[in-house]
């Protein structure tokens, strides 16, 4: 052996060494409990943002197919599904070379959209690691890219004054070691790659964990020390103790932030943080000819999630060089435009008071409450009537609203050529603090009789 790698292994093996002995050294539990009003000015931005950018990338990109799903007799689900052989998907890595990948373009095209955080897919259950890691050379430094992506996108991140979060897979499909006799031996693996992740990128503000419907069997107290240690303030998701009994919309942990549904809005809930996460496309990363959604479908879900009080962390699927592809990019910059307009509506809001309908949802904070208005009918808007008077009524961009305040409900009009397509936004103004209003269910609007 030369001395050069000589000197090479050696400062691999003293890095790992480090990683494996602040694991080792860390209690069960390693952080002190928090009071309720630490815990929320800590949650803080991330119930004032609302809106995020997840995304999904690897050498799975190549192939056009979903990102670790795709690979053959793998997933616990369907084990013998997977339309990428097992030898193939791995050895994929070999040709990933996103030459045009750029953080600074990533991040733009986030900020442009109005999003506030960025979520990347560090590692999936494939086991592929977007890191130069010292932990597995399973990793992007061995590609013909050999740089480090976490590095260049945190960079870019933090520069666009947005908020960064991994996710990571605790889950590992190509790991020998994995759910066997020998899973401990995983699990200090995965333990070494999480602290590398957490520890060589300076401030990380959320983990995202996943799940794969297995049992969780990931030394969950350690794990969660680990990130805790690292990142005093990071904000984690539910899914590192999910069990093949859970439902990932309803199970929160002591130890987790907030609970995650996926591909749908999820439904009212002023009590505890969630965040629905949703493909622009069909699929959890990049898909030739993909049918993806429009703008107003996006502001549409938008407006429901956070009028149910949740976050919608929106995925894009970078294409195999490393563009956000054309047509994304242009969705999302009406997305932007949209909330340059109605931000106030959306950002630093409440869910309410009005749970959410396919046609209304509302949003509030302070002595204001926002009406989305996303399906008119013939007529008039009709609410139930709410605890606090009504002062004025505009819209938000400007414009008369006429509204009317009884005892047995409010009534709202606005022109028709006064109307958005998408979302009119009405702001109603209170003589007192709109957060004090209980969550008001809209009945059902009476069937008309046929004429």
Same mark, same amino acid.
């Given at each position: 052996?030369?001395?050069?790698?000589?000197?090479?292994?050696?400062?691999?093996?003293?890095? &790992?060494?480090?990683?494996?002995?602040?694991?080792?050294?860390?209690?069960?539990?390693?952080?002190?409990?928090?009071?309720?009003?630490?815990?929320?000015?800590?949650m803080a931005w991330w119930r004032e943002a609302?809106?995020?950018?997840?995304? #999904?990338?690897?050498?799975?990109?190549? !192939?056009?197919?979903?990102? *670790?799903?795709?690979?053959?007799?793998?997933?616990?689900?369907?084990?013998?599904?997977?339309?990428?052989?097992?030898?193939?998907?791995?050895?994929?890595?070999?040709?990933?070379?996103?030459?045009?990948?750029n953080g600074a373009d990533w991040a733009g095209?986030?900020?442009?959209?109005?999003?506030?955080?960025?979520?990347?897919?560090?590692? #999936?259950?494939?086991?592929?690691?977007?890191?130069? *890691?010292? /932990?597995?050379?399973?990793?992007?430094?061995?590609?013909?890219?050999?740089?480090?992506?976490?590095?260049?996108?945190?960079?870019?991140?933090?520069?666009?004054?947005?908020?960064?979060?991994?996710?990571?897979? @605790?889950?590992?499909?190509?790991? @020998?070691?994995?759910?066997?006799?020998?899973?401990? !031996?995983?699990?200090?693996?995965?333990?070494?790659?999480?602290?590398?992740?957490?520890?060589?990128?300076?401030?990380?503000?959320?983990?995202?964990?996943?799940?794969?419907?297995?049992?969780?069997?990931?030394?969950?107290?350690?794990?969660?020390?680990?990130?805790?240690?690292?990142?005093?303030?990071?904000?984690?998701?539910?899914?590192?103790?999910?069990?093949?009994?859970?439902?990932?919309?309803?199970?929160?942990?002591?130890?987790?932030?907030?609970?995650? +549904?996926?591909? #749908?809005?999820?439904?009212?809930?002023?009590?505890?943080?969630?965040? &629905?996460?949703?493909?622009?496309?069909?699929?959890?990363?990049?898909? @030739?000819?993909?049918?993806?959604?429009?703008?107003?479908?996006?502001?549409?879900?938008?407006?429901?999630?956070?009028?149910?009080?949740?976050?919608?962390?929106?995925?894009?699927?970078?294409?195999?060089?490393?563009?956000?592809?054309?047509?994304?990019?242009?969705?999302?910059?009406?997305?932007?435009?949209?909330?340059?307009?109605?931000?106030?509506?959306?950002?630093?809001?409440?869910?309410? @008071?009005?749970?959410?309908?396919?046609?209304?949802?509302?949003?509030?904070?302070?002595?204001?409450?926002?009406? #989305?208005?996303?399906?008119?009918?013939?007529? %008039?808007?009709?609410?139930?009537?709410?605890?606090?008077?009504?002062?004025?009524?505009? %819209?938000?961009?400007?414009?008369?609203?006429?509204?009317?305040?009884?005892?047995?409900?409010?009534?709202?009009?606005?022109?028709?050529?006064?109307?958005?397509?998408?979302? &009119?936004? /009405?702001?109603?103004?209170?003589?007192?603090?709109?957060?004090?209003? +209980?969550?008001?269910?809209?009945?059902?609007?009476?069937?008309?009789?046929?004429?």
């Open positions: 052996m030369n001395c050069t790698v000589s000197k090479f292994v050696n400062r691999t093996m003293k890095k &790992t060494l480090c990683i494996l002995l602040m694991i080792m050294c860390l209690p069960a539990f390693c952080t002190e409990s928090e009071t309720p009003a630490q815990r929320a000015a800590r609302r809106f995020g950018m997840f995304i #999904h990338y690897g050498p799975v990109t190549l !192939t056009g197919k979903e990102l *670790s799903w795709s690979r053959a007799n793998s997933n616990p689900q369907c084990p013998n599904k997977g339309p990428t052989p097992a030898e193939v998907y791995d050895s994929l890595y070999k040709q990933f070379n996103p030459t045009n990948f095209v986030a900020k442009a959209a109005g999003m506030k955080y960025v979520v990347l897919t560090a590692k #999936h259950c494939d086991g592929f690691l977007l890191w130069d *890691s010292k /932990v597995d050379g399973y990793n992007i430094m061995t590609t013909p890219f050999k740089r480090d992506l976490c590095a260049e996108l945190a960079k870019a991140v933090r520069r666009d004054g947005l908020r960064l979060g991994w996710y990571f897979s @605790p889950m590992d499909w190509r790991d @020998p070691d994995f759910r066997t006799e020998r899973n401990a !031996t995983f699990v200090s693996r995965m333990q070494g790659e999480l602290s590398e992740l957490l520890n060589n990128y300076e401030r990380i503000d959320v983990m995202w964990f996943d799940w794969d419907g297995g049992e969780p069997l990931y030394d969950q107290t350690n794990t969660y020390a680990i990130a805790k240690k690292s990142q005093p303030k990071i904000i984690i998701n539910n899914r590192l103790d999910l069990r093949p009994r859970d439902k990932d919309t309803m199970m929160l942990s002591p130890l987790a932030d907030y609970y995650t +549904p996926e591909q #749908h809005v999820g439904a009212y809930d002023d009590n505890l943080p969630w965040e &629905t996460c949703m493909t622009l496309g069909t699929q959890w990363s990049w898909k @030739p000819d993909d049918q993806i959604k429009s703008a107003g479908e996006v502001i549409n879900i938008l407006a429901r999630t956070v009028g149910g009080d949740g976050n919608l962390l929106l995925d894009v699927g970078p294409m195999p060089d490393g563009r956000i592809e054309p047509r994304q990019v242009e969705v999302l910059k009406q997305i932007g435009v949209w909330l340059k307009e109605n931000g106030d509506s959306i950002y630093g809001t409440r869910a309410g @008071p009005w749970k959410p309908t396919p046609s209304i949802t509302s949003t509030r904070k302070g002595k204001t409450i926002y009406v #989305h208005i996303l399906k008119w009918p013939d007529g %008039l808007v009709k609410l139930p009537n709410i605890s606090a008077k009504i002062v004025r009524a505009t %819209l938000l961009k400007g414009g008369k609203v006429q509204a009317k305040q009884t005892e047995n409900g409010i009534e709202i009009f606005v022109a028709p050529e006064k109307r958005e397509a998408n979302d &009119t936004v /009405v702001v109603l103004k209170l003589a007192s603090d709109a957060l004090r209003i +209980p969550a008001i269910t809209i009945s059902p609007a009476p069937t008309q009789p046929a004429k």
